[in-house]
Every structure is written in C-alpha cells, then in structure tokens.
C-alpha cells in the first residue's frame, strides 16, 4: 500500500493502507487526539485499494479490504474514502475479534459505571450517546461496545462518531466546527459525518466502565419504557453481537452474567429531548 | 403406547442458567446456546444425565411437582423427550 496510518480505538490497534492519500489523510485529522502505539503490532488491518489498477486514475473507487473481505462489497468513489475505511474498520473488527465480547451497542459512561444502547441502524443509539457525549457523560463508543468476559466489565471503543442525516445538523449546532469531518453527501446510507469525540473521552478511552443500565431504544412513536427480562435482553444481546458464537462458552458466561446484573429497558421516544430524558430517568432509578 | 428411553447429554455437558421466565443452556459439545422454557429445564434437571422413559420420568417429577393423572403425564413428558431430542440435548437410547 502506498499510503498507511496506524490508529488506536479503544482496545484495537488498526493498521490502515490506501492506495490514495485523501483518505488516510482524512483519518489521521478526526484521529490526531487519539494516542499513539506505534511499536505495538496491529490487531486488524483495513485496505483500499482501486477496484481495477486503472481506476485509481480513471473514475477512482475504493475497494475495502483487509484480513476479512465481504465479497459483494461494493466499490465506493474515493470521494467516499472515509466512509469506506470506516466500514473496513467495523467489519475487521465485527469479523475478527476474539478477546471480547463485542456488542453492536452505543455506550456512555458515568462515575465509572456505563449505560449500553443496543439497536439496529435508525434506533438513535448513535445519536444519543453523541448527545449525552457532549453533556456531563464519557462517550464510550457510538456503535460498538466490548465486554470483558473476565471482569464483566465494558470497555470502550470510541472511533469518530457516525453522524447520520438529521443528526448532522443537530450536532453540528452544538459542537465546534474543527471536531467536524467533511460531509459525505449521498453516501448508500445516506449523508454521513464524523464527529470526533471530545478529548476527555478519547483519553478515557482505556478506562473500562462497569454496566448498569441496559438500553434497547427506538427512535419514533410516543414516550414509552418497557422494562425487559433477563431472558428477552439476553436473545436480544446475542442478535447483537457478532461474535457471540464465536467466543463459545466464554460468551455465553459473559452474557448471562450481563443481563442478571443489570437492568433491561425497551425505550421509545420522539425526538432527541425525549430520548435523553429518559436515559436521565432510568439511571436515577438505577441509581437509587 | 410405545414408551422409548432417551439418553440424556452428561450434565458436565450442558451448563444450564436460568434468566427469568427463560432457560439458557450452552451445550459444551455443539457449542451451541438453547433457550427454552419451562418444564423442559425441569426434566432434564430430572434425568440428571441418565437414561429415562417419560414413566420414569413422571415418578421422579411426581416428588416434586403436582401432576396430572398417570397416562397424560406420561404423555406430555413423552412430547417433552422428544423436542429435547430435536434440540441434540437427548438422544434415543440405542442399547
């Protein structure tokens, strides 16, 4: 590869390669907070490179690639690069990772104990933990959160926040310009942009968070608080790892231990406002 | 009726928690989870990794548990054997 960056997230040591510059010149400026370990080997490595050796000239796309390849992956245009080392980024890891377990979850944290919002592509986890992220909360990560199965504790993974859609404008209200990546327009899941998360957060980014509260959001419909059973939040925790069968019986544990420990709840809401309240509500009562 | 003896997995197999209304069993040799439901924790919890036919089994339940009159028992716990052998967590007994 032409071009190479190493980023650290969290627990994972990514090596990143291109064939083209702008994009990792585009991921060293959203992680240039970030620590660096360069003598340390990488977990996962992450490559774009041209979809045929002509195209990096021609109409450049981004093939992504790595140590595990989603075959009918499509080729993006490079003005696209970073959205595709993104994606090569949570794949390697949703593909790969061994040593935790990893939940398709948002996660915040508070005083040391941490709130998971586990939920598909449009349920706001993302957004809400941006949002608490920018209030008196640590952002652990906007899409996936490891669990230690020794300790049960979680650990953070707190890459530059996805912004989606609507939640562009939201946020970039409220932050300042320089922690904002370039807007992809028209991206196949619409316009993204990245935040980066704020320097507290990046430098907690090793400070695991015991779980207390574990939220299942959805954005849309009227305010409503469900609470979940063990059983419901542990089938619902295995569809959102992608690793769970992979990790056997040290899953299984990690998982059971999880879901009798802490609080299950369902939410929906209507808006941002109602979102956050309700993570509000729920952990005063978890605290009491 | 035909009355058939199950095996039923090692208990060192099967590691069994119970989250609520759900049991959740990991299965050592498959690696794979089963979530199920009551009596199905019970009877297995029953067979205590030996070979059983619901007779058996409903004298030993009987200790524990109220149970309908003998021929439906036996009948139910009969259905019972047999989705825990669709599950891999019996097997018929061969010998």
Redesign the interface.
Known sequence: MKHSTRIVVGPVQFRIGSDWRAPVAALERLYAGYPQDPARAADATVRLFAARPWRRWLRPSVQIGGDFVVPDALPLPLSMGLLAAEMGMNLQVALGWRRHLLLHASAVARDGRSVLMSGVSGSGKSTLAALLGEGDWRLMGDEFTLIDPASGDALAFPRAVSLKNEAIAEMAARVDAARLGPLLAGTPKGDIRHLIPRADAVAAMHEPARPALLLFPRFGGATAIERLGEGEAFVRLTEASTNYTALGEAGFEALTRLVRAVPAFGISYPDSAAGLALVEQLWAEVER | MADPVYRAAPVEAL?V?R??????I?D?RS?Q?H?VVSPLPEVLEAMSGEACNAALLAARLAASFDLPDAAETRAILGERLRELASLGLVAPDEA
């Open positions: 590691r928690e989250l609520g209304e759900l049991t959740a990991f050592r690696m989870t979530l």
